[in-house]
């Protein structure tokens, strides 16, 4: 696992995504969401990055989270709220 950075997050820009945050026990918090990603980018503290799904509406994960990613998927664990942030790529039919 390692920490968040933005490049690896940029390949999801233009991209039809599922969203989904989880507490530590694997349930989920809030119903996952399909979006499209606009942009993503640090916080203005960079504290945060965001992933943008238009102009004022976004996630955001601490940027101490740990990352675990593979080709479709990326998910970041923030250890100290318990919550892990998943996006991951849907494949449109």
Not at 9 to 24: C, L, T, W
Not at 34 to 59: A, E, G, M, N
Not at 63 to 74: F, G, I
Request: glycine share 4%; with cysteine.
């Amino acid at each position: 696992m390692e920490l968040i950075k933005l490049e690896d997050v940029e390949r999801f820009v233009g991209v039809p995504v599922e969203i989904a945050i989880q507490d530590e026990e694997g349930g989920e918090r809030a119903p996952s969401v399909k979006k499209t990603v606009k942009k993503v980018q640090y916080c203005p503290d960079r504290t945060h990055i965001r992933f943008y799904f238009d102009d004022f509406y976004f996630l955001a994960a601490p940027l101490s989270s740990r990352v675990s990613q593979s080709e479709n998927e990326w998910a970041a664990y923030d250890s100290e709220s318990g919550l892990t942030y998943k996006v991951k790529k849907v494949q449109v039919l």
